[in-house]
């Protein structure tokens, strides 16, 4: 690991032992490792015997439905008035995967007037300060790397089990997209084999991850390459942009365009990769790049957003998604010579 500042991961354990009703959230739209993350947290709480709860903001995908204990998630979207008095009952509050409460979006408010002491551990640059703890690290793969040093630097070693492991692994797997990307440093390989020792089938987390998608989803990821992927040779650039009628053409959920994003990277020459998915009431912004091309820079100065040096996420609310689109490509020229590399 590597930081900045010194991690207190005494304060974080101190805490942790006081506390008799903790509250764990994740962001919006949650991934796999802030659900591998948030429930292989919730096993290890409660094999401490404390009360647990895990909270998200809205649904996720289907396939990370059948991590152990995934029953026992809340949903803010649909049970409101239950995680209220979650809030109110909780002395802890455990935030993971994201570093900013406004990423939680509508519990954010209550989150920063709770009065529980708050920690965060995550691995996106810019943690904001209203946080008692902070363990972030940008160095790491995935939060679920990060959470398992804090698990063993607070000495809670003792109390990893098998379905702690599986939601941590689920966690690694997914943020390095099979260990395909951000895991160059041994130690992450270290600790997935420290998971796996505890009776792990790889195989079958892999297939229930990434093997798992409906026949609709498979039809859709075809018309998005076939007819909405978009290349620009001359700025190394990939795109692929999918409105609301498109999606319900496709009888779209919550996850099916996982992943999406990264296919026009497998293209030769392309180095920058954008995914656009008309919401509601906004249009969905992700990022993808290669080597030194900062795209969390990208996102965050011509739209709403942040994220990694290599992998990005955000929003526009003003622009429709044509505008958007075309906003995209005309920013393109001032990143031409980073865009342009080996």
Known sequence: MQSNIPFDFNKVKELILKSENICIVTHRNPDGDAIGSSLGLYHVLLNMNKKVKVIVPNEYPDYLQWLPSNEKVFNYSTQKDEVKKIFESANLLIS????????????????????????????????????????????VSSTAELLYETIIQCGFEKYLSKNAAICLFTGLLTDTISFSVNCSNPRTFEIASKLLAFGLNKEYIHKKVFDNYSESRIKLLGYALSKKMVIIPEYNTGYIWLTTDEQKQFDFKIGDSEGFVNYPLSIKGVNFSALFMQRDDHIKISFRSRGNIPVNEIIKTHFTGGGHKNAAGGEEYKLNIAETVKKFVSILPQYADVLKQD
Not at 106 to 113: A, D, I
Not at 124 to 133: A, K, N, S, T
Request: net charge negative.
């Open 96 to 139: 993971l995967d994201f570093n900013e409460l406004k990423r939680t979006e509508k519990f954010s408010e209550q989150l920063e007037n709770i009065s529980a002491k708050k920690i965060l551990i995550d691995h996106h640059p810019y943690p904001q300060d209203i946080f008692d703890v902070k363990i972030s690290d940008i160095s």
